[in-house]
C-alpha cells in the first residue's frame, strides 16, 4: 500500500471512529441554547471539521486525537453558530440591561445581587425577569465559549501566528474568568461546576440540589448574568 493510501484510509478511520464525538459536542451545547437553533446545522459544521482534522493530524501534536477534534470540532460549531446570527437585537440589549443593573445593585450594596433586586431595577416582575435570562442565555454563552477551555490549556493545539501579546490577553482572560466564577455565589458557582465541568444536565443539577429542574435553569441564567455584569471590561 502506498503511503499515499494508507494516509487515506488512517483518516477515514479516524472519521468514522470520532463521528460520535462530533454528535455528542453538538447536542451539548444546542441544549444551553433556543430551540429555534437546528442542531443539523452544527453536526455539518463539526463533520467538516472532523474531516479537516482527520487529514491534517499528526501524532507529534502533543495531544490525542479526540482532544485535538474535539477543540476544533467545538470551534467550528461556534463559528457556525455566529453566522447564524439568531439572537435578535432585543436579546442583546437586554443582556446589557440585565449587566448594568448587577453592577449598579451590587456597587450600592456591595454584596451580590439578588434577582429581586435586580427584577426591581429593571422595573419588571421575576417572572419577565427570568424569561429574559432565559432568552439571553444564549448569547452569553457565546461570550463565555470565546475563551479557550481548559483542553487547550494542557496541549499545544494554538494557532502559531498569534504574537505574544495577543497570548497575554489570551491568558489574562482566562485567569479573569475564573477568578469571577470563583467569586460566584456558592449555589451560582456549583452550578457552572456541576454544567460545564462534570457535563451534568440541568435535571441531574438539579437532583444534586434537591430543586426544581426550571430554578437551576435560573441559577444558570442568573450565573452568566453576573459573569457578564462584572466582566464588563472584557465583553
Known amino acids: 500500500m502506498s503511503a499515499a493510501l494508507q494516509s487515506r484510509v488512517s483518516a477515514d478511520s479516524l472519521v468514522t471512529q470520532h463521528a460520535e464525538l462530533v454528535k455528542r ?44 477534534a474535539g477543540i476544533r470540532i467545538r470551534g467550528a460549531m461556534l463559528d457556525e453558530l455566529r453566522k447564524l446570527d439568531w439572537a435578535p437585537r432585543s436579546v442583546h440589549r437586554n443582556a446589557r440591561r440585565i449587566a448594568a443593573a448587577i453592577r449598579e445593585c451590587e456597587a450600592e450594596s456591595g454584596e451580590a445581587a439578588r434577582d429581586e433586586d435586580v427584577a426591581e431595577r429593571l422595573g ?9 435570562l432565559a432568552d439571553v442565555q444564549g448569547a452569553q454563552l457565546l461570550s463565555l465559549d470565546d475563551s479557550p477551555g481548559d483542553d487547550e490549556r494542557s496541549v499545544d493545539v494554538r494557532d502559531d501566528s ?37 457535563e451534568l444536565n440541568l435535571k441531574e443539577i438539579g437532583a444534586v440540589l434537591g430543586v426544581s429542574e426550571s430554578r437551576v435553569s435560573q441559577l444558570h441564567s442568573q450565573a452568566l448574568a453576573r459573569i457578564r455584569a462584572r466582566m464588563a471590561d472584557w465583553f
Do not use: N, W
Open 162 to 198: 498569534a504574537g505574544p501579546a495577543e497570548r497575554i490577553a489570551d491568558e489574562s482572560f482566562r485567569g479573569a474568568l475564573a477568578d469571577t466564577i470563583g467569586a460566584l455565589p456558592e449555589r451560582e458557582r456549583l452550578v457552572m461546576s456541576l454544567y460545564y465541568d462534570e
Open 124 to 132: 419588571v416582575s421575576m417572572t419577565e425577569y427570568h424569561a429574559m
Open 25 to 68: 459536542i453538538a447536542y451539548h451545547l444546542v441544549a444551553r441554547l433556543p430551540a429555534s437553533v437546528d442542531v443539523d446545522d452544527l453536526i455539518q459544521a463539526g463533520m467538516i471539521a472532523l474531516l479537516e482534522c482527520a487529514d491534517g493530524y499528526r501524532e507529534d501534536k502533543g495531544a490525542s486525537f479526540e482532544t485535538f
